[in-house]
């Protein structure tokens, strides 16, 4: 048999005529997403060969939501050199026509001819099921269903008797011995002669060996990915909790009196510049930052002690008066280099923020006050460490301590990706005749907003929501 067009009309999600012909001999291939169609078709061919037109246990073909509809099924096909055309309606218009190189039949005589055609009988009541199908039941095989063959050989299996025993009686009559040398070489091409696999046989078992690694391979990474998914739970929750405390808010309050520090600091800074002895000043400056990280209550301690060597440089600031504008342009390429610094500081936190969200969330709330203090503090260290490189060739930096300021700059990146990582992504998909407003911001069509801070949704008629972040 050989089929040569398709045609279904109110099947399903197929209300309007969808036709495809001129198809082609041998294997034809639909492709398309999900939920397209393509096993609806399969069904409109199940339906119009298996089903009969009278049956009222086919209501899966009636379109969604449309019970007037009358589902429709034509088949053009060639068999014998003969042409073939069925029409089959079911459900509301129960029709089957079938013509045959011009003879019309139509009702049961049309799908009696159907059924003697093919070698299988239609259920007397009811749909219709793998027992009926005969020997198309062999050979129809649905979606994750290949491996179900025991049910319809034994169906199809008295037909296959006859049919193979008239032809079997043929051939040993005439070719018997043709027969027996063909199979043996077939087997040759399985087997040795001690009956170990070789050729196609042996290659087909070692695939099955290596297929077999691979899903081992496959078992384990699903078994990794579930445990990955239990973590992400528990993270969850302990953003949830974090999200309940509303400890951003206490850590954005820390930032502001921090950057008052800072600028207190920078200005302590430049008055230092000038002085040789500020040198000396600075590195017990980066020994006493890094000390500081354990705890921030120590920073109005170091500031007192910088007021004393304010005062101490500025008694020695009429010796080193001459040496001003060196120091100034010095402090002035320190500035263009932090500037540059920073900018390319913010650069990194946001690229590192997608692929540390997940590693650093378990320490954000350990971390998150300690790295405030530690972003202002490295800042003012940054800018004092280039003003004064120039200064220090003639003197040797420990290592430790420049090991020391790279761990703190890191801690600084991680930092930055955690306070992100409370940020929430609020996207908006509305229809062209609908808008919401966003903290008083009309919003229409596809947009997406970053939530760092409470926000507002308001949908005319409806209400508002409330949008925390995290």
Known sequence: MKLLRLKAEQLRQFRAPVEIKDLEPGINLFTGPNESGKSTLVRAIRAAFFERHK?????????????????????????????????????????????????????????EKLSSLLGYEFAAKG??????????????????AGQEIQAPVEHAGQHLKAALGGNLGEVTSSTGDELIN?????????????????????????????LQDQFDALQDRIQQY???????????????????????ETYRQQAKEAEARLNEVESWQREQDRDQQAFKGCQTSIQTTLELLSGFHSQQQDLARREDEKKAAEQQQ????????????????????????????????????RKELVRELEGIDAELVNDKSKLARAKALHASLLENRQKQQSQQIDPQTILRLKEVVSALDRLAIQ???????????LTDDHS????????????????IEPGEVAIKGVGSLRVLPG
């Open 419 to 429: 306070q992100d990582a409370v940020a929430t992504r609020l996207q908006f998909d």
């Open 127 to 144: 749909a219709s099921k793998q027992q009926h199908w005969g020997i198309p039941g062999l050979l129809w095989v649905e979606q994750g």
């Open 318 to 353: 009429a010796d080193l008066e001459a040496r001003k504008p060196a120091s100034e342009a010095a402090l002035e390429e320190a500035k263009q280099a932090h500037e540059a610094a920073r900018k390319a500081l913010k650069l990194a936190q946001q690229h590192q923020q």
């Open 436 to 451: 919401v407003t966003l903290d008083g911001q009309s919003l229409a069509g596809q947009s997406e907003h970053l939530l």
């Open 182 to 210: 063909q199979v043996t070489a077939e087997r040759a091409k399985l087997l040795t002669t001690t009956g170990k696999p070789t050729g196609n046989y042996a290659k087909a078992i070692a695939d099955v060996e290596a």
């Open 226 to 248: 579930r445990q990955q998914v239990d973590r992400l739970g528990q993270l969850r929750e302990e953003q949830s909790q974090a999200e309940t405390e509303r400890l951003w």
């Open 55 to 111: 049956s009222s246990s086919v209501e899966d073909l009636q379109p969604w939501g449309d019970s007037a509809a009358v589902p429709t099924v034509e088949l053009d096909f060639e068999w014998e050199e003969q042409s073939w055309k069925l029409v089959k309606s079911f459900l509301k218009k129960k029709r089957c026509d079938l013509t045959v190189d011009g003879a019309p039949y139509s009702g049961d005589d049309a799908e």
